[in-house]
């Protein structure tokens, strides 16, 4: 990779870790706290809501923001201005749409509290829908530093006013307001950042060659999230509120984690490799760069987490909250494997094959619709265990593409992912059923371990990457 790139893909990745820290990972132990003192119930009441406002999401940013950034080099004022207007209309339109459907969703799930809740919270996707451009455009200029401040000073006034009103009695009331208030200064702060204003144009060329592209993108993200998201919706219409807060809490759990890895990666890897599309050589051997990165990253840090999870829900969460353990490590072990899909998928955006995105996440759909349809007539783990299978069986379709057109298909990933799969199951094994529980200090411990054997075993098995890092955090800091 030439020094122009890595010190952009550098730069790229430290903001973007900044701002998973302080603004991701600062929000998820606000509503960590949160669920410990609205519980279960009221916590799963908005996790109820959660697959509409993600499908209504998918439609509104999905497909335009990553065609702005695919076209980055030739991107025009008028390109940026017609995408603004179309993901406003779309916006507005979804959420009158789910305004007036806000009883039916009531009714589905058998909760008449979620008519108010839903009217309000949905205003979230007009929000986010003016934030699309701005964030595309920061976002082509590789500038990680505003998107993570903007996330930071969103995530401490959003988190004091949301914590104000849990503490005050307000309930799921608190965690609505938190989440829109999130959205609303973060929108605000990347529009200052940006220094953006849209024209009145609306270029009907521009909406057709995006739309080519992005519509694409749209159908494919509209599908992929009913796939990865469906769950939730099963799990509130077949269990109570409490079950469906079980299950949200473990989703939002993992899922940070696994996104934490994938959008760092994703947010950083995509407009670099849209710029180098035209080189095929330099194109494959960033993409395998950032594959092996990625499972250096994600299997540990997910298959760690199993190995805690007990320990973490009692001490963050409480003892009311442990039925969620058995589905947090379960899902630990699907989520681990989420970022090396995802990176799959990210070189067919990179390249312009929006079509075999879209064809592979339709390939999923039946197949991710029967096992939960099956599932959920044995209980919340066996729905766990079916998103298990299911991000199995994805991996091995994601990564058709990518093996035929570049030749690292799943065998050869999984052949390059061997030390990191050793282990990381050497080290759950250590931590699970060697290390200690019960007081709060062990759990700092245990990762400390479950570390040290991690990078133990990988510096047995000599692993390139892993000695490479080493080797310039050593230079680095002068060990």
Known sequence: MPDNLKK????????????????????????????????????????MLTIFMLLAESVVSSGFSQALVQRSADLTADDASTIFYVNLVYGLTIYGLLYFAAPLIAEFYGEAALTDISRLLFLIIIINSLAVVVRAQLTIRIDFRSQAIAGAFATVISSSIGLYLAISGYDYWSLVWMLILRSLVQTVSLWFFTRWLPSLVFNFDSF??????????????????????????????????????????????TNFLSKFISSTMQGV??????????DSERLTAVFRKTLQLTMFISLPALVGFAAVARDFV?????????????????LCFARAITPISIVNMNILNAIGRSDLYLKVD??????????????????????????????LMSFLINSYFPGKLFGFGALNQLKAAKSY???????????????????????????????????????????????????????????
Do not use: C
């Open 421 to 479: 799969l050793l282990a990381a199951g050497v080290m759950f094994i250590v931590v699970k059923f060697v290390g200690f529980s019960g007081d709060w200090y062990w759990l700092p411990i245990n990762i400390g371990v479950g570390a040290v054997v991690y990078f133990g075993v990988l510096l047995l098995f000599r692993d390139d990457v892993f000695l490479s890092l080493a080797y310039k955090l050593g230079k680095r800091f002068r060990f």
């Open 362 to 391: 339709l390939v999923k759909l039946p197949l991710t619709v029967g096992t939960l349809l099956v599932s959920v007539n044995f209980g919340v783990e066996s729905v766990a265990i079916a998103v298990l299978i299911n991000v």
């Open 314 to 330: 009692e001490l963050f969460l409480g003892s009311q909250w442990l039925p969620a353990v058995p589905i947090i490590q379960i």
């Open 8 to 47: 952009k893909f550098v730069s790229g990745i430290a903001w973007n870790i900044v701002d998973k820290l302080i603004s991701q990972f600062g929000f998820l132990i606000v509503t960590l706290y949160l669920a410990k003192l609205i519980g279960p119930e009221s916590f799963g009441l908005i996790g």
């Open 208 to 253: 057709k060659s995006l739309f080519g592209f992005g519509s694409n993108l749209m159908l494919a993200g509209l599908v992929s999230t009913l796939v990865n998201n469906l769950y939730i919706a099963l799990v509130g219409k077949y269990f109570n509120a409490a079950s469906v807060g079980y299950f949200t809490q473990a989703t939002n759990l």
């Open 269 to 278: 890897s995509y407009p670099i490799l849209t710029s180098i599309k035209q």
